[in-house]
């Protein structure tokens, strides 16, 4: 049997809120849709949550999004299982925008910070109320110069753009590579690249704002030694609510 892959819209539009499509597989892991704009867990950042909401209205609470082992499809973890075959229904799947959006102000402040700290990174995560990196670093970080850099950076309202290059192209810039991904973001044989302004260019599979400007403002919150070449910095936003600009679904 050939496996139909996910299709995939938060890699192509991550401001997507909800959408109408097609429930394809189900089994003990979750749903399968057509094609879905719930992010699946991968590279630090959480699955989204959210609902499916059926014909007649029914919702069924989404608690995470999960890649199937081969990451071809992706499962929506269903609160309560369903007691009947769902395959073949229409239905309404709308993310927990609130928290998602968080996760992206959260995940781009977090490529603005590899810009500014010229050392390795050795762990990443991304929650809804913080996120942090590990960097291999010897000497101590300013937590309030690299909160102010942080700001002006944002301040400049910086485009974040999205680009395909292959393997081929990437190996003559290996310079880009900074992070130590724990998956690379491959689709086929192109790599995902995400560029904010001309300040930091890296492959990444995960979902951010569109211009530097959404995520209004930020602290860092700790910088910890974690052992002789490891500092930890985490980073929480202080403007409760981004500037986002909504995308029909
Ligand atoms: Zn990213």
Not at 203 to 232: D, F, M, Q, W, Y
Request: with cysteine.
């Amino acid at each position: 049997m050939t496996i139909v892959p996910t299709i995939k819209l938060f890699e192509t539009d991550a401001h997507i809120r909800e959408l109408e499509t097609t429930i394809v597989d189900q089994s003990d892991a979750g749903v399968c849709l057509e094609k879905t704009i719930f992010y699946a867990e991968s590279g630090g950042q959480p699955g989204d949550v959210g609902e499916l909401v059926l014909d007649g209205g029914v919702p069924l609470r989404v608690v995470n999004t999960q890649y199937i082992p081969g990451r071809l499809r992706i499962a929506h973890v269903l609160a309560t299982p369903p007691d009947r075959s769902l395959i073949g229904a229409k239905v309404l799947a709308r993310i927990d925008w609130e928290r998602r959006y968080r996760l992206m102000r959260l995940h781009t402040s977090l490529h603005l910070m590899c810009s500014l700290v010229d050392a390795p990174v050795t762990g990443c995560a991304i929650y809804p109320d913080y996120a942090r990196l590990d960097f291999d670093i010897e000497g101590p970080l300013d937590r309030q110069l690299l909160t102010d850099r942080l700001n002006a950076l944002i301040g400049k309202d910086l485009p974040v753009e999205i680009q395909y290059r292959s393997a081929d192209e990437m190996s003559a810039m290996p310079s880009l590579v900074r992070t130590v991904q724990a998956a690379p973001p491959q689709t086929g044989n192109q790599l995902r690249l995400v560029s904010i302004g001309d300040i930091d260019r890296q492959p990444c599979g995960g979902t951010h704002v569109r211009s530097t400007g959404e995520i209004v403002s930020l602290a860092v919150t700790s910088v910890e030694k974690k052992g002789r070449h490891n500092r930890r910095v985490k980073i929480a936003l202080t403007a409760l609510t981004g500037r986002s600009t909504e995308t029909a679904g």
